[in-house]
Each structure stands twice: as structure tokens, then as C-alpha cells.
């Protein structure tokens, strides 16, 4: 499969806990996107990488957010101290240089209990 | 600002009715438009997309979309609906200078009956 990898799929973890998702976008694409959805609502943008430079960071991304893509391949989006607000699913998405559309993984649905 | 408008919660169409969901869009400058669908527990899936051209592009799986400028408008269309077009579909802009990410629409949902 050469599509946008996200890992793990689902993730339930105690409020207070870190977690750490996972990215590998398709094989040469320079770009990529964190977006967050939450129920009934649209994709929202939370950081943006070319190549291994972090370009773009949404308000939404607050402090306890981190994001890196070290190598510019792979990505991993860290939630520290987990609140019950950060429940959503955590979608990336990346983009080539020759595209204008971004092709998305099937996402991280994360559940703060 | 850039924002997106999906004036439609939910659409129900009839099997082998045509269909069209909302979208009308606020961008500063040329847009980029994109359709994606979504289906339960997934991520999006590209349909289609306008960047430049002829106002009717066409996508995956029989669906094209009618670019209006002047009502600032990106309608999803297809001429007869299937029961697995039943899913969620999102509209979302991308100006052609300045940000790079997408801003989406709040989504439609579309159930076709059989």
C-alpha cells in the first residue's frame, strides 16, 4: 500500500496521559498536514511540514502539542497531559510537489477517558 | 478569511436520482476546491478538484462538480446516485497563494434510499 500510513488507529488513554501518534506519508512527498476532526465538524489544519521545517502552526496547536518530522519522512504529533477536550481523530495528510490535492491516512481516533 | 459554507446538514436522495450537495466558499484571491468523502471510521477520500479552467471538472466514481464564480459556488453533482454514495462529503478551499492547508465545510451528510 503507497498511501498516507497512520499508527495506531485508535487510542483510549487516561486524561493526564502523553500520547504520541504516528505519520508516514507517501514515499517523496514533501508536505505534511495534522489536521483534527471532531464529531459533525469538518477537518480542522493544525501543523504543517516541508520536507523536515515546521512552516505552520494553527492556534489550535496549543502548548501541549508537539509535532516533528525529523527526517523529513515520517512525522509523530505528541499530546502531553491529555485533557477530555482532546478526543477527536487526528488526521495527516500529505502532499507532493507536482500535486495540488493532499491524499489523507485513515486517521487516529484518540478517546480521553 | 478563508472559510467554507455547507449549507446542507443531510441530503436524501432516491437510488438513480441525481444528486447535489452545497458548497459555496470564501477565499482571498484564486481557490483551490476540493471534494472529499469520508466513510464511517475513515479518512478522506480524494473525489475531485478545481484549479483552473473548464467551470465542470469531473472525478472519481462518476461524481463532477461545477466551479461558479461570481456565486462564489463549488456544487457537487452526479447524474444518478447509487446506495455507496452514502457517505460524508466535504468541500474544501485552498488559496492558490499564501496558506497552505485546506479549510473544509462542516460536511454533508448524503443517504441514498434504495
Known amino acids: 500500500d503507497t498511501g498516507v500510513s497512520q499508527d495506531p488507529r485508535h487510542k483510549i488513554t487516561k486524561r493526564g496521559q502523553n500520547v504520541t501518534f504516528r505519520c508516514d506519508p507517501i514515499?517523496?512527498?514533501?508536505?505534511l498536514y495534522w489536521y483534527r476532526q471532531t464529531l459533525g465538524q469538518g477537518p480542522e489544519f493544525l501543523t504543517y511540514?516541508?520536507?523536515?521545517?515546521?512552516?505552520?502552526k494553527s492556534r489550535l496547536l496549543s502548548d501541549r502539542f508537539s509535532a516533528e518530522r525529523p527526517k523529513g519522512s515520517f512525522s509523530t504529533l505528541e499530546i502531553q497531559r491529555t485533557e477530555q477536550g482532546d478526543s477527536a481523530m487526528y488526521l495527516c495528510?500529505?502532499?507532493?510537489?507536482?500535486?495540488?490535492?493532499?491524499?489523507f491516512g485513515q486517521g487516529t481516533r484518540l478517546t480521553v477517558v | 478569511a478563508q472559510s467554507v459554507a455547507q449549507p446542507e446538514d443531510q441530503v436524501n436522495v432516491a437510488e438513480g436520482n441525481p444528486l447535489t450537495v452545497k458548497c459555496t466558499y470564501s477565499v482571498s484571491g484564486n481557490p483551490y476546491l476540493f471534494w472529499y468523502v469520508q466513510y464511517p471510521n475513515r479518512g478522506l477520500q480524494f473525489l475531485l478538484k478545481?484549479?483552473?479552467?473548464?467551470?465542470l471538472v469531473k472525478g472519481s466514481y462518476g461524481f463532477e462538480a461545477e466551479f461558479n464564480k461570481s456565486q462564489t459556488s463549488f456544487h457537487l453533482k452526479k447524474p444518478s446516485a447509487l446506495v455507496s454514495d452514502s457517505a460524508l462529503y466535504f468541500c474544501a478551499v485552498r488559496p492558490s497563494t499564501g496558506a497552505n492547508n485546506l479549510f473544509f465545510g462542516t460536511g454533508t451528510r448524503l443517504t441514498v434510499i434504495p
Open positions: 495528510a500529505s502532499r507532493g510537489t507536482g500535486n495540488t490535492e493532499a491524499f
Open positions: 478545481y484549479i483552473t479552467g473548464d467551470n
Open positions: 511540514f516541508q520536507n523536515e521545517a515546521q512552516l505552520e
Open positions: 514515499s517523496e512527498h514533501n508536505r
